[in-house]
């Protein structure tokens, strides 16, 4: 079964924790994504990935931080400097041939509340 | 990088009628530009995309123009149902993809 998963569903955090957010795609896609979405809101970018041990930053990327080690994983910590991290974050992958973007497929999402 | 605008940000139609949402964006690089509907507590899935070679694609009751010259985009759902009723977003790909902010649509039966 092909597609993009996102763990946990629902997630936890005590003021002043990391937590890290799983990403896994198995469709050999080259470029991966992290996107937050509040309430009401669209996708803002915190971070993405075209290639293994490279990453760059996104509009949003203060208090994240990603590593790209194997080509199907792109995990996403949420340190204690992010200030406000309760929200909804959604994974992508992408498959680029030639520079080309193509669709970019959403993993299912993972809901971060602090408590 | 990338800027992506969505309007408008709040659109309500009657059943069978029209609605047009519309995009720009800033990076001439961007060359695909998807669209993509979102139901409340789901993930994002692409409903139509066109790339920056061709002006016009239609698929069903949905279509999408794009005016590179102008750098802009627009999304039409003709005969609209209550079912379309959902969150679009736009984006635009160039390096990274960025997206609109987004349009509630609501569609009265």
């Known amino acids: 079964d092909g597609g993009i998963t996102q763990s946990p569903k629902y997630l936890f955090r005590k003021e002043g924790q990391n937590v890290t957010l799983s990403c896994e795609q198995n469709?050999?896609?080259?470029?991966m994504y992290w996107y937050r979405q509040d309430p009401g809101q669209g996708l803002r970018l915190i971070y993405y990935?075209?290639?293994?041990?490279?990453?760059q930053k996104g509009d949003i990327a203060e208090g994240y931080s990603v590593s790209r080690e194997k080509k199907e994983s792109f995990p996403l910590t949420v340190t204690s400097a992010q200030k406000n991290p309760t929200a909804f974050y959604l994974c992508?992958?992408?498959?680029?041939?030639?520079?080309?973007?193509?669709?970019?497929?959403f993993g299912q999402g993972t809901r971060l509340t602090v408590v | 990088g990338e800027n992506v605008e969505q309007h408008p940000s709040t659109l309500s139609v009657q059943e069978g009628d029209s609605a047009v949402i519309k995009c720009t964006y800033s990076?001439?690089?961007?060359?695909?530009f998807p669209w993509y509907k979102q139901e409340l507590g789901k993930r994002p899935q692409l409903i139509i995309d066109?790339?920056?070679?061709?002006g016009e694609k239609k698929d069903q009751r949905i279509a999408v123009t794009l005016n590179k010259t102008a750098k802009h985009f627009s999304l039409h759902i003709t005969e609209t149902q209550p079912e379309d009723s959902a969150v679009y977003f736009c984006?635009?790909?160039?390096?990274?993809?960025?997206f609109g902010a987004g349009t509630r649509l609501t569609v009265k039966p």
């Open positions: 992508a992958s992408s498959y680029i041939p030639g520079g080309v973007g193509t669709e970019a497929f």
């Open positions: 469709l050999n896609h080259d470029a």
């Open positions: 990935s075209q290639i293994v041990n490279d990453f």
């Open positions: 990076d001439s690089a961007s060359n695909y």
């Open positions: 066109i790339r920056s070679n061709v």
């Open positions: 984006a635009a790909k160039s390096r990274d993809m960025r």
